[in-house]
């Protein structure tokens, strides 16, 4: 397979720093990796715990593991930093990856970091949330309007660096073979701009660089709030994409 076909999009937004980082590079074992993490901790414990996910994930892909381990070691590699430091106490993060091997892949997350599949006929939300509000759709236990009015909307049922070492979801894998692009992205897009215009911005972009500044545009303009991360790769649904060069973990 040729070289891949990655852009990548990180904005602060509204807040006072950025908390998510956004990695995509291909490993010396010819896998390549794109991943998203949102941090939370405040102003520093988010930014840490997110860089750190991200450079233990890469590390751990690296050495040879497959999704979940790497998932794993990111998971302990935040909770070993936040041992160390007082101040990063009740740190973590979400983290969304593909990990491409040959013509196939597999996208895994722990939290609201959501994976998606665009192709010209339609998008499609691959990961689950890690959420109150998505469980409890999912559970039928509250309404849309009870959801709205609970002081938990926003809250993680999982995240790396939190309480017990959390199950990762993986799925896949799927083929590289049919035009399509995958999109990974933080909440500050997915809470904001709807699938239908996620839809039309990627299609309207003539690559996957333009993609990512497109949506991460259109989600600041939409009047989000928080930090805002897009990564997107392309599978021959776009045009004129370059060859992917190493992102660095934040900006």
Known sequence: MSAAATGCATDRGRRPSNQDAVVATVLPDGREVVAVADGM???????????????????????????????????????????SDPELDG?????????????????????????????????????RDHSFAEEAVRSGRMSAEEIARSPWKNALTRA???????????FGPFATGDPHAVLLCSDGLHGVVVEEAIHASVLASGDAASAAERLSA????????????????????????????AVPAAA
């Open 41 to 83: 901790g405040g102003h520093a414990g988010g930014e840490v715990a997110s860089t750190t996910a991200l450079a233990a994930l890469v590390d751990a892909l690296h050495a040879g593991a497959e999704l979940p381990h790497a998932f794993r070691a990111a998971d302990a590699a935040v909770r070993k930093a936040a041992e």
């Open 160 to 170: 790396l660096g939190t309480g017990d070492e959390p199950e990762v979801d993986v």
């Open 91 to 127: 740190m973590g993060t979400t983290l969304v990856a593909l990990l491409r091997d040959g013509a196939r892949y597999w996208i895994a997350n722990v939290g609201d970091s959501r994976g998606y599949r665009v192709s010209a006929g339609g998008i499609e939300q691959v990961t």
């Open 218 to 245: 259109l989600a600041l303009a939409g009047g989000s709030r928080d930090n805002v991360t897009v990564a997107v790769r392309d599978f021959a649904l776009l045009h004129g994409a370059a060859p992917v060069a």
